[in-house]
C-alpha cells in the first residue's frame, strides 16, 4: 500500500520529466518508480519461490 501510494504521488512528476524545470526532479521520480516496482516484484514474486525451493518449513502444530 504504501509503494503504491508513492508511486501514484511521483507518476505526475515523472511524466512530465521534459517540462522546463523539471529535468532533475522528474528522472529521480522515474528512478525511484523504478526501483519500487522492481523491489515490489521481487518481494511479491521472486523472493516466495526462491523461499519455497531453498528454505525448509516445520510444520505447526505438530
Known amino acids: ?3 503504491l501510494v508513492t508511486a501514484l504521488g ?3 512528476l515523472a511524466l512530465t520529466a521534459g517540462a522546463p ?3 532533475i526532479e522528474g528522472s529521480m521520480a522515474a528512478v525511484i518508480l523504478g526501483g519500487l516496482l522492481t523491489s515490489t ?3 511479491l514474486l521472486v523472493l516466495p519461490v526462491l523461499a519455497g525451493r531453498w528454505l ?3 510444520a ?3
Open 1 to 3: 500500500m504504501t509503494a
Open 10 to 12: 511521483l507518476l505526475p
Open 21 to 23: 524545470g523539471n529535468e
Open 41 to 43: 516484484a521481487l518481494n
Open 56 to 58: 525448509r518449513f516445520p
Open 60 to 62: 505447526i502444530g505438530v
